[in-house]
Protein backbone atom coordinates (compact mmCIF):
# COMPACT_ATOMS: atom_id res chain seq x y z
CA UNK A 1 0.00 0.00 0.00
CA UNK A 2 2.85 2.47 -0.17
CA UNK A 3 3.33 4.43 3.34
CA UNK A 4 0.95 4.89 5.74
CA UNK A 5 -0.04 8.07 7.99
CA UNK A 6 -2.16 7.72 11.00
CA UNK A 7 -3.13 11.35 11.92
CA UNK A 8 -4.42 11.48 15.51
CA UNK A 9 -6.19 14.51 17.07
CA UNK A 10 -6.85 15.80 20.52
CA UNK A 11 -9.46 13.22 22.42
CA UNK A 12 -11.60 13.95 25.81
CA UNK A 13 -13.79 12.63 28.35
CA UNK A 14 -13.64 10.95 31.43
CA UNK A 15 -12.91 7.71 32.78
CA UNK A 16 -16.15 6.28 31.64
CA UNK A 17 -16.44 8.05 28.40
CA UNK A 18 -13.47 8.49 25.81
CA UNK A 19 -13.02 10.05 22.73
CA UNK A 20 -10.59 9.97 20.52
CA UNK A 21 -10.94 11.13 16.08
CA UNK A 22 -8.39 10.52 13.21
CA UNK A 23 -7.46 10.11 9.77
CA UNK A 24 -5.35 7.35 7.85
CA UNK A 25 -3.72 9.25 4.51
CA UNK A 26 -1.71 7.82 2.15
CA UNK A 27 1.07 10.37 2.71
CA UNK A 28 1.77 12.76 5.78
CA UNK A 29 -0.15 15.70 4.95
CA UNK A 30 2.64 18.92 4.96
CA UNK A 31 3.49 20.64 7.93
CA UNK A 32 4.68 24.32 7.30
CA UNK A 33 8.00 24.98 8.70
CA UNK A 34 8.93 28.59 7.08
CA UNK A 35 6.42 30.99 6.94
CA UNK A 36 6.70 34.38 4.71
CA UNK A 37 4.54 36.62 3.53
CA UNK A 38 5.27 35.93 -0.40
CA UNK A 39 1.31 35.01 -1.52
CA UNK A 40 2.22 32.41 -4.16
CA UNK A 41 4.25 30.17 -1.49
CA UNK A 42 1.20 30.46 1.43
CA UNK A 43 -0.86 29.43 -1.96
CA UNK A 44 0.60 26.54 -3.23
CA UNK A 45 0.95 25.19 0.67
CA UNK A 46 -2.71 25.70 1.14
CA UNK A 47 -3.55 23.74 -1.54
CA UNK A 48 -1.41 20.87 -0.59
CA UNK A 49 -3.33 20.96 2.37
CA UNK A 50 -6.24 19.79 0.05
CA UNK A 51 -4.36 17.02 -2.19
CA UNK A 52 -4.72 14.44 0.76
CA UNK A 53 -5.49 10.62 -0.24
CA UNK A 54 -7.66 9.31 2.93
CA UNK A 55 -7.71 5.81 3.22
CA UNK A 56 -10.87 4.31 3.48
CA UNK A 57 -12.24 0.75 5.37
CA UNK A 58 -8.76 -0.16 7.38
CA UNK A 59 -8.26 -1.79 10.39
CA UNK A 60 -6.85 0.83 13.31
CA UNK A 61 -5.52 -0.30 16.47
CA UNK A 62 -5.73 1.84 19.95
CA UNK A 63 -3.67 0.61 22.90
CA UNK A 64 -4.73 1.99 26.31
CA UNK A 65 -2.79 0.56 29.37
CA UNK A 66 -3.53 -3.12 28.83
CA UNK A 67 -7.35 -2.56 26.70
CA UNK A 68 -6.35 -3.54 23.06
CA UNK A 69 -9.43 -1.36 20.88
CA UNK A 70 -10.20 -1.93 17.67
CA UNK A 71 -11.97 0.02 14.82
CA UNK A 72 -12.11 0.47 10.88
CA UNK A 73 -11.90 4.12 8.90
CA UNK A 74 -14.79 5.15 6.76
CA UNK A 75 -14.80 6.03 3.12
CA UNK A 76 -13.20 9.49 4.19
CA UNK A 77 -10.25 7.89 5.82
CA UNK A 78 -12.26 9.52 9.00
CA UNK A 79 -11.73 7.09 12.05
CA UNK A 80 -13.00 7.52 15.73
CA UNK A 81 -12.86 5.39 18.97
CA UNK A 82 -15.03 5.68 21.71
CA UNK A 83 -14.41 3.84 25.04
CA UNK A 84 -14.29 3.34 28.51
CA UNK A 85 -11.14 3.36 30.46
CA UNK A 86 -10.78 0.12 33.21
CA UNK A 87 -8.84 2.10 35.82
CA UNK A 88 -9.54 5.79 37.04
CA UNK A 89 -8.21 8.78 35.40
CA UNK A 90 -6.32 11.84 36.59
CA UNK A 91 -7.31 15.32 35.00
CA UNK A 92 -5.05 16.79 32.42
CA UNK A 93 -3.46 15.23 29.47
CA UNK A 94 -3.10 11.51 29.08
CA UNK A 95 -0.59 10.59 25.94
CA UNK A 96 -2.14 7.67 23.38
CA UNK A 97 -0.96 5.93 20.27
CA UNK A 98 -2.89 4.43 17.13
CA UNK A 99 -1.37 1.78 15.17
CA UNK A 100 -2.33 1.08 11.37
CA UNK A 101 -2.92 -2.88 10.94
CA UNK A 102 -2.18 -3.79 7.14
CA UNK A 103 -3.71 -6.84 5.40
CA UNK A 104 -1.51 -9.61 7.44
CA UNK A 105 -2.32 -8.22 10.53
CA UNK A 106 1.30 -6.73 11.50
CA UNK A 107 1.50 -2.76 13.00
CA UNK A 108 2.89 -0.59 10.11
CA UNK A 109 2.05 3.20 10.67
CA UNK A 110 1.83 4.96 13.96
CA UNK A 111 -0.02 7.97 14.94
CA UNK A 112 0.48 10.02 18.72
CA UNK A 113 -2.13 11.50 20.30
CA UNK A 114 -3.35 12.69 23.74
CA UNK A 115 -6.67 12.45 25.33
CA UNK A 116 -7.64 15.80 27.52
CA UNK A 117 -9.59 14.78 30.97
CA UNK A 118 -10.98 17.87 32.92
CA UNK A 119 -11.65 18.18 36.55
CA UNK A 120 -14.88 17.21 37.21
CA UNK A 121 -16.04 20.91 39.07
CA UNK A 122 -14.63 22.90 36.13
CA UNK A 123 -16.22 24.80 33.09
CA UNK A 124 -16.00 23.72 29.87
CA UNK A 125 -15.51 26.46 26.97
CA UNK A 126 -17.27 25.85 23.43
CA UNK A 127 -15.75 28.39 21.11
CA UNK A 128 -16.20 28.63 17.52
CA UNK A 129 -13.14 29.43 15.28
CA UNK A 130 -13.79 31.78 12.18
CA UNK A 131 -15.02 35.38 12.69
CA UNK A 132 -15.18 34.60 17.23
CA UNK A 133 -11.24 34.10 17.42
CA UNK A 134 -9.77 34.49 13.64
CA UNK A 135 -10.51 37.26 11.56
CA UNK A 136 -12.41 35.30 8.38
CA UNK A 137 -15.28 37.16 6.90
CA UNK A 138 -16.99 34.00 6.88
CA UNK A 139 -20.19 35.33 5.42
CA UNK A 140 -18.42 36.30 2.22
CA UNK A 141 -17.07 33.13 0.55
CA UNK A 142 -14.50 34.99 -1.83
CA UNK A 143 -12.84 36.99 0.86
CA UNK A 144 -12.92 33.97 3.06
CA UNK A 145 -10.82 31.72 0.86
CA UNK A 146 -9.22 34.42 -0.18
CA UNK A 147 -7.85 35.33 3.71
CA UNK A 148 -7.35 31.42 3.64
CA UNK A 149 -5.04 31.37 0.55
CA UNK A 150 -3.12 34.10 0.69
CA UNK A 151 -2.18 34.45 4.50
CA UNK A 152 -0.45 31.53 6.82
CA UNK A 153 -1.36 30.50 10.07
CA UNK A 154 1.18 33.16 11.15
CA UNK A 155 -0.19 36.53 9.15
CA UNK A 156 -3.36 35.48 9.76
CA UNK A 157 -5.09 38.34 12.11
CA UNK A 158 -7.07 37.00 15.68
CA UNK A 159 -9.48 39.88 17.03
CA UNK A 160 -7.58 41.93 19.55
CA UNK A 161 -7.01 40.59 23.37
CA UNK A 162 -9.09 37.08 22.47
CA UNK A 163 -6.06 35.22 23.25
CA UNK A 164 -5.84 37.29 27.04
CA UNK A 165 -9.35 36.73 27.74
CA UNK A 166 -9.08 33.10 26.30
CA UNK A 167 -5.91 32.58 29.07
CA UNK A 168 -8.33 34.07 31.59
CA UNK A 169 -11.40 32.03 31.03
CA UNK A 170 -8.96 28.43 31.03
CA UNK A 171 -7.45 29.30 34.38
CA UNK A 172 -10.93 30.45 35.51
CA UNK A 173 -11.51 29.31 39.30
CA UNK A 174 -9.07 26.30 38.91
CA UNK A 175 -5.62 26.04 38.76
CA UNK A 176 -2.26 26.02 36.50
CA UNK A 177 -1.99 22.02 36.52
CA UNK A 178 -5.72 21.95 35.45
CA UNK A 179 -6.80 24.38 33.19
CA UNK A 180 -10.36 24.53 31.86
CA UNK A 181 -10.79 21.99 28.46
CA UNK A 182 -11.70 24.62 24.80
CA UNK A 183 -13.54 23.06 22.36
CA UNK A 184 -12.80 24.78 19.00
CA UNK A 185 -15.86 23.53 17.36
CA UNK A 186 -15.39 24.66 13.67
CA UNK A 187 -17.15 24.57 10.16
CA UNK A 188 -13.89 24.35 8.46
CA UNK A 189 -12.19 20.83 7.37
CA UNK A 190 -10.31 18.45 9.06
CA UNK A 191 -7.28 19.05 6.34
CA UNK A 192 -6.73 22.85 7.69
CA UNK A 193 -6.07 20.62 11.54
CA UNK A 194 -2.43 21.38 11.15
CA UNK A 195 -2.81 25.18 9.99
CA UNK A 196 -5.24 26.00 12.70
CA UNK A 197 -3.20 24.22 15.64
CA UNK A 198 -0.07 26.31 14.53
CA UNK A 199 -2.42 29.73 14.75
CA UNK A 200 -3.47 28.87 18.28
CA UNK A 201 -0.27 28.23 19.31
CA UNK A 202 1.28 31.02 17.78
CA UNK A 203 -1.15 33.46 19.01
CA UNK A 204 -1.14 31.89 22.65
CA UNK A 205 -4.23 31.23 22.43
CA UNK A 206 -5.25 27.88 24.78
CA UNK A 207 -4.80 24.85 23.69
CA UNK A 208 -8.23 22.45 22.75
CA UNK A 209 -9.44 20.28 21.40
CA UNK A 210 -10.58 20.62 17.61
CA UNK A 211 -13.74 19.50 15.97
CA UNK A 212 -14.03 20.31 12.35
CA UNK A 213 -15.61 19.48 9.63
CA UNK A 214 -15.37 16.70 6.56
CA UNK A 215 -11.87 16.08 5.02
CA UNK A 216 -12.17 18.22 1.99
CA UNK A 217 -10.43 17.45 -1.56
CA UNK A 218 -8.48 20.46 -3.83
CA UNK A 219 -11.97 20.77 -6.57
CA UNK A 220 -13.84 21.27 -3.91
CA UNK A 221 -12.07 24.69 -2.44
CA UNK A 222 -14.67 26.60 -3.48
CA UNK A 223 -16.92 25.06 -0.77
CA UNK A 224 -14.77 25.53 2.30
CA UNK A 225 -15.97 26.41 5.71
CA UNK A 226 -19.99 25.35 4.33
CA UNK A 227 -21.58 22.98 6.74
CA UNK A 228 -25.09 22.22 7.69
CA UNK A 229 -25.44 24.30 11.31
CA UNK A 230 -27.55 20.68 12.46
CA UNK A 231 -23.61 19.28 12.09
CA UNK A 232 -22.35 21.87 14.69
CA UNK A 233 -25.50 21.41 16.46
CA UNK A 234 -24.60 17.81 16.94
CA UNK A 235 -21.09 18.19 17.51
CA UNK A 236 -21.50 20.09 20.75
CA UNK A 237 -24.49 18.31 22.10
CA UNK A 238 -22.16 15.24 22.50
CA UNK A 239 -20.02 17.09 23.92
CA UNK A 240 -22.37 18.09 26.42
CA UNK A 241 -23.30 14.32 26.72
CA UNK A 242 -19.88 13.85 27.68
CA UNK A 243 -19.44 15.66 30.68
CA UNK A 244 -22.43 16.05 33.13
CA UNK A 245 -21.18 17.54 36.15
CA UNK A 246 -19.86 20.53 34.07
CA UNK A 247 -21.34 23.98 33.45
CA UNK A 248 -20.54 25.18 29.60
CA UNK A 249 -19.56 28.45 28.35
CA UNK A 250 -20.45 28.73 24.31
CA UNK A 251 -18.77 31.22 22.44
CA UNK A 252 -19.63 32.25 18.87
CA UNK A 253 -20.65 35.55 16.08
CA UNK A 254 -22.94 36.72 14.15
CA UNK A 255 -21.87 35.76 10.88
CA UNK A 256 -23.39 32.64 10.34
CA UNK A 257 -26.13 30.31 12.64
CA UNK A 258 -24.33 30.31 16.27
CA UNK A 259 -26.60 32.67 17.70
CA UNK A 260 -29.34 30.52 16.75
CA UNK A 261 -27.02 26.94 17.53
CA UNK A 262 -26.72 28.07 20.89
CA UNK A 263 -29.64 29.25 21.70
CA UNK A 264 -31.16 26.15 20.43
CA UNK A 265 -28.90 23.48 23.21
CA UNK A 266 -29.59 25.98 25.26
CA UNK A 267 -33.31 25.62 25.61
CA UNK A 268 -32.79 21.85 25.52
CA UNK A 269 -30.15 22.33 28.46
CA UNK A 270 -30.74 25.17 30.54
CA UNK A 271 -29.33 24.14 33.61
CA UNK A 272 -25.83 22.95 31.93
CA UNK A 273 -25.25 26.27 30.26
CA UNK A 274 -23.76 29.44 32.01
CA UNK A 275 -23.16 31.18 29.78
CA UNK A 276 -23.81 32.56 26.04
CA UNK A 277 -20.98 34.88 24.05
CA UNK A 278 -21.56 36.19 20.55
CA UNK A 279 -19.25 38.99 19.00
CA UNK A 280 -20.90 41.06 16.62
CA UNK A 281 -19.21 40.80 13.38
CA UNK A 282 -21.99 41.42 11.12
CA UNK A 283 -23.77 45.17 12.42
CA UNK A 284 -26.73 44.31 10.19
CA UNK A 285 -27.32 40.77 12.27
CA UNK A 286 -26.97 42.75 15.56
CA UNK A 287 -30.88 43.14 15.87
CA UNK A 288 -31.93 39.87 15.25
CA UNK A 289 -28.77 38.06 17.31
CA UNK A 290 -30.15 40.33 20.64
CA UNK A 291 -33.43 38.70 20.08
CA UNK A 292 -32.42 35.07 19.61
CA UNK A 293 -30.42 35.84 22.35
CA UNK A 294 -32.79 37.08 24.64
CA UNK A 295 -34.80 33.77 24.84
CA UNK A 296 -31.63 32.28 26.37
CA UNK A 297 -31.92 34.94 28.75
CA UNK A 298 -35.07 34.33 29.76
CA UNK A 299 -33.99 30.52 30.75
CA UNK A 300 -30.83 32.09 33.44
CA UNK A 301 -28.45 31.55 31.34
CA UNK A 302 -25.82 34.91 30.81
CA UNK A 303 -25.58 36.28 28.06
CA UNK A 304 -23.76 39.00 25.91
CA UNK A 305 -23.24 40.72 22.41
CA UNK A 306 -19.99 42.38 22.07
CA UNK A 307 -17.76 43.91 19.84
CA UNK A 308 -14.46 43.88 21.45
CA UNK A 309 -12.75 40.89 23.38
CA UNK A 310 -11.78 43.39 26.67
CA UNK A 311 -15.71 44.00 26.93
CA UNK A 312 -16.46 40.24 26.95
CA UNK A 313 -13.53 39.98 29.72
CA UNK A 314 -15.36 42.76 31.60
CA UNK A 315 -18.84 40.94 31.36
CA UNK A 316 -17.08 37.48 32.43
CA UNK A 317 -15.76 39.89 35.63
CA UNK A 318 -19.18 41.16 36.36
CA UNK A 319 -20.95 37.51 36.46
CA UNK A 320 -18.08 36.15 38.52
CA UNK A 321 -16.77 33.98 35.73
CA UNK A 322 -12.95 34.98 36.01
CA UNK A 323 -11.25 36.88 38.79
CA UNK A 324 -11.53 40.60 39.42
CA UNK A 325 -7.54 40.71 39.34
CA UNK A 326 -7.08 38.73 36.08
CA UNK A 327 -3.25 37.06 35.59
CA UNK A 328 -1.56 38.01 32.23
CA UNK A 329 -1.10 35.72 29.33
CA UNK A 330 2.90 34.64 29.66
Known sequence: MGHVNVKVYHGYGHTHNLVLYGHVFR????????????MLVNIIHLLKLFFVQPIPRVKLRLKWDDQVLETISEDDGFFKFEWESVRELSAGWHPVQVAYINEQGQEEGYGEGKVYVPHSTQYVFISDIDDTVMVSYSATKFRRLRELLTRNPRTRKQFEKVADWYQQLAYAQ?????????????????NLYDYLTEFFAYNKIPEGIFLLNQVKKWFQLFQTGKTKHTGKLLRIARILDAFPKQQFVLIGDNSQHDPDIYTAIAAKNPEKIFAIYIRNVRPGQEKYARQTLAMAKEAGIHTFLFTGSGEAAEHARSIGLISEQPEPAQ
Open 27 to 38: RQPPVQKQFTKR
Open 174 to 190: TNDATPNPFFYVSSSEW
